[in-house]
Structures are given as C-alpha cells and as structure tokens.
Antibody
Framework: QITLKESGPPLVKPTQTLTLTCTFSGFSLATSGVGVGWIRQPPGKALEWLALIYWNDDRRYSPSLKSRLTITKDTSKNQVVLTMTNMDPVDTATYYC???????????WGQGTMVTVSS | DIQMTQSPSSLSASVGDRVTITCRASQSINNYLNWYQQKPGKAPRLLIYAASSLQSGVPSKFSGSGSGTDFTLTISSLQPEDFASYYCQQTYSTPHNFGQGTNLEI
C-alpha cells in the first residue's frame, strides 16, 4: 500500500525559504520508473504543477518557478524534499506530493499541507 | 508551455443525469491526458489516464475520450457523491499543467 505525507511549517514570512518534506512508504525511489511530484492549490483556485523527480534523479520544474524551486530525494529515508525560496503571500496554498504512475499521472496523493505566507 | 482549457467552468446537473466536460490543449498532446476528481478539503483522485484508460478502482460510470487537442470526460448516472470539481492534466511535456477545473454542482 502506497502512502505519502507532506510536512512543513504552516506559516512562513515573506522572503523566507520554504522547505517541505514528503515522506512515503510502499515504494522506493530507487526502483526504475518511480517518480514523486509536487502540486499546489491556492485557496479556492486550481491545481498547479510544481516539480517532479524520477528514480534516475531526472528533475523537472515549472518554468515560471524554476529559479525558486529545488526538488531532491533521499532514497534511504524514503523522502522527497521541495524547497521554494523568496516566499510571497501569493504562494499561500495547500501543497501536495504525489506518486507518479504510467503516463506521469499522479495515482496516489498525500493529504496536503497548508502553507500561509504572511508577516 | 502547453495550456489546458476546460469547459464549462461550472456545471449544474441533477442526480441521474449524464454530463460531459471538455478539455482542450493549446497544442497536440497525443493521448497524454489525465482526469482527476477533487472534493472539498480532499486531495485529488485520479479517474482516467492516457485519455481513456480507467484507473483501477474507479467505477465505469466515468469514461474519457479524445486525442490530439480535444478531450472529454463523461460521467453517467450522476450520484450525490459525484458532485465535485474535475481537472484535466496534460503530461505530454513539462510543465504538466492542469486545466482550471470544472465545478459540478447539484
């Protein structure tokens, strides 16, 4: 059974760096074909794809946020970490991590973690 | 970037109805199109991948079709639990953008 869970601070100040951790079980990022992605959703708005990391350490980013995002994996800990620099109130959102399946669809999602950016 | 446009943005229907939601890509994405359902306060749920393949555990009342730039999600015999938001997503090239969503209301 695959599960994922996001963790991180619920509140960050403008200009700070956000670090989110996705801790998962039921699969390994050392296995060929596996990937984990990050998606966010501002309150009342649509889903926004942020980044995706594959088993071979191939990393893909949203071009509009690429300068601010870094996605890394720790295979031994079964974790994926997303960092976002220079946080702004418009980055207030629920952040999800999800397991990538065939066709890069996200078949299993974490419960999400709400992050508010405010001074 | 490939832009995804869903229509309608909101849709009112009744229990028992059959509804169709449309998603259009700004360029051809072959069949790299996925559909998700999201209920308030919950994470999205994958319904359809590769335009028409039903995800395991999803009831057959959900069906998808299309290729290239135009895609549809059809939900038959609406039940109360189907009233939710629906999103399409292209995975042909990164960023794997989502559509703006369709809110299906009673």
């Amino acid at each position: 059974q695959i599960t994922l869970k996001e963790s991180g601070p619920p509140l960050v100040k403008p200009t700070q760096t956000l670090t989110l951790t996705c801790t998962f079980s039921g699969f390994s990022l050392a296995t060929s074909g596996v990937g984990v992605g990050w998606i966010r959703q501002p309150p009342g708005k649509a889903l926004e794809w942020l980044a995706l990391i594959y088993w071979n350490d191939d990393r893909r980013y949203s071009p509009s946020l690429k300068s601010r995002l870094t996605i890394t994996k720790d295979t031994s800990k079964n974790q994926v970490v997303l960092t976002m620099t220079n946080m702004d109130p418009v980055d207030t959102a629920t952040y999800y991590c999800a397991h990538r399946q065939i066709y890069d669809a996200f078949d299993i999602w974490g419960q999400g973690t709400m992050v508010t950016v405010s001074s | 970037d490939i832009q995804m446009t869903q229509s309608p943005s909101s849709l009112s229907a009744s229990v028992g109805d059959r509804v169709t939601i449309t998603c259009r890509a700004s360029q051809s994405i072959n069949n790299y199109l996925n559909w998700y359902q999201q209920k308030p306060g919950k994470a999205p749920r994958l319904l359809i991948y590769a335009a028409s393949s039903l995800q395991s555990g999803v009831p057959s009342k959900f069906s998808g079709s299309g290729s290239g730039t135009d895609f549809t999600l059809t939900i038959s015999s609406l039940q109360p639990e189907d009233f939710a938001s629906y999103y399409c997503q292209q995975t042909y090239s990164t960023p794997h953008n989502f559509g703006q969503g369709t809110n299906l209301e009673i």
